[in-house]
T-cell receptor
Framework: QKEVEQNSGPLSVPEGAIASLNCTYSDRGSQSFFWYRQYSGKSPELIMSIYSNGDKEDGRFTAQLNKASQYVSLLIRDSQPSDSATYLCAVKLTGGGNKLTFGTGTQLKVEL | DADVTQTPRNRITKTGKRIMLECSQTKGHDRMYWYRQDPGLGLQLIYYSFDVKDINKGEISDGYSVSRQAQAKFSLSLESAIPNQTALYFC????????????FGPGTRLTVL
């Protein structure tokens, strides 16, 4: 089992819809979770960080964390074509020092 | 100006050549990281450093070495480049108490022929 898992996609949603991206992790003791957006050939850009169970909202983005079920998700409301990118989930695993472990990413396509 | 810079941005080299990738940051962060990314694969950690005197191997350190010349500078070397080291290379930084959030440089596209 991979330590951080994401569906590779592509996930296709129509413009204006809600995109839901999911990530599961293996380490129950993990405390820090991050979502990055990466456009093709570019570097990852931090979108959200979340540390506590529940929802955290920032503009059109909402991160959701459920530690009991070991998943973290990212919702993108009113999806725009400019949201088309690969979304990387990153987790700070216990026993991993202060390193992050990244999932392989989910490709999102927002269609006109 | 960019907070994390990498040079060169693109490099084509030949098998067996030594190459150095450089990373500089103005964020004042103590921690610096080198990753490689291959198509379809996630980010793989090569080396990381939590301060100038601290160097640690990551998942895939074989064939690579690093130097932390100063708090703001962290270099990655390929002593004898081979074709399967063709990849995108990213430098990242994070600060203590900053929630472990990492901030990435623009990347270096390296091709080894």
């Amino acid at each position: 089992q991979k330590e951080v898992e994401q569906n590779s996609g592509p996930l296709s949603v129509p413009e204006g819809a809600i995109a839901s991206l999911n990530c599961t992790y293996s380490d129950r003791g993990s405390q820090s979770f991050f979502w990055y957006r990466q456009y093709s050939g570019k570097s990852p850009e931090l979108i959200m960080s979340i540390y506590s169970n529940g929802d955290k909202e920032d503009g059109r983005f909402t991160a959701q964390l459920n530690k009991a079920s070991q998943y973290v998700s990212l919702l993108i409301r009113d999806s725009q074509p400019s949201d088309s990118a690969t979304y990387l989930c990153a987790v700070k695993l216990t026993g991993g020092g202060n390193k992050l472990t990244f999932g392989t990413g989910t490709q999102l396509k927002v269609e006109l | 100006d960019a907070d994390v810079t990498q040079t060169p941005r693109n490099r084509i080299t030949k098998t067996g050549k030594r190459i150095m990738l450089e990373c500089s940051q103005t964020k004042g962060h103590d921690r610096m990281y080198w990753y490689r990314q291959d198509p379809g694969l996630g980010l793989q950690l090569i080396y990381y450093s939590f301060d100038v005197k601290d160097i640690n191997k990551g998942e895939i350190s074989d064939g690579y070495s690093v130097s932390r010349q100063a708090q703001a500078k962290f270099s990655l070397s390929l002593e004898s480049a081979i074709p399967n080291q063709t990849a995108l290379y990213f430098c990242a930084t994070s600060g203590q108490g900053a929630g472990d959030e990492q901030f990435f440089g623009p990347g270096t596209r390296l091709t080894v022929l």
